[in-house]
């Protein structure tokens, strides 16, 4: 079973589709809603689609991706969890085509967005499938903090190339080509502009800053990352 991890704020209008998307693929997965408090329409759209609901006490703050995704992952139980989205669509196979990659020592496998081209060349994933015990044994995040997936340092960017370029250095990181993903973004043209898309990119430049002084560390014994085509 794998657990859809969906941090939210402020969209509601995109929780049933986004529910009807991932039950149209076929997956064997669980969707979770993260909610912010108080965020009543969203919490209210989430709720109606019958799946699990969090609703978190903290504001929409610093970190709140992050957070959220942390905070998912010590709510379930799946044996993986997928670093969802409420903007992304879901193609058939795109879980068993992911899981499948799962082999030898790959715990990360990041799935094609169509979007992106660092991610399309399998440079990293912006929504990844991850395996619970690597979490729970490692962690994804170069603190190596056994149960955090994703480093809450940031405001938002950076939280998936840290936890793909980490993975990497544990040559634990695939990328799954056929495993399609799209996400819906107003950097692609594909979704319009909003608070919610607005606040995700307010800290980019100090997020960047703050990848890049992090990342030396891990950078100086990266191995060859492991690519599927």
């Known amino acids: ?88 669509e879901f193609a058939a196979k795109w879980d068993t085509i992911a899981l499948n990659m799962m082999r030898g020592r790959v715990r990360v496998v990041a799935t094609n967005d169509k979007a992106n081209r660092q991610v399309m060349r399998g440079e ?25 997936v994703l480093y809450e340092g940031y405001d938002h960017n950076f939280v998936d190339r840290e936890l793909c370029d980490v993975a990497k250095s544990r040559r634990a990181f695939a990328f799954a080509n056929r495993s399609i993903v799209r996400h819906r973004h107003p950097l692609w043209r594909t979704a319009e502009w909003g608070p919610t898309y607005r606040k995700a990119l307010a800290e980019f430049s100090a997020d960047q800053r703050l990848f890049a002084e992090r990342s030396r560390a891990w950078k100086r014994n990266r191995n060859r990352d492991i690519v599927a085509r």
């Open 1 to 88: 079973m794998i657990d859809v991890l969906v941090p939210v704020l402020g969209r509601p209008e995109n929780a049933k589709p986004l529910f009807d998307s991932l039950s149209a693929s076929g997956a064997d997965a669980k969707l979770t809603f993260v909610c912010t408090g108080g965020d009543k329409p969203q919490i209210r759209a989430c709720e109606e689609t019958g799946v699990n609901v969090i609703v978190v006490k903290w504001p929409a703050g610093h970190g709140d991706f992050a957070r959220k995704i942390n905070e998912g992952f010590r709510q379930t139980d799946g044996d993986y969890l997928f670093m969802g989205a409420d903007d992304i």
């Open 124 to 148: 990293f994933g912006t929504h990844c499938l991850i395996s619970r015990d690597y979490i729970n044994t490692q962690g994804g995040t170069y603190s190596q903090e056994p149960g955090v």
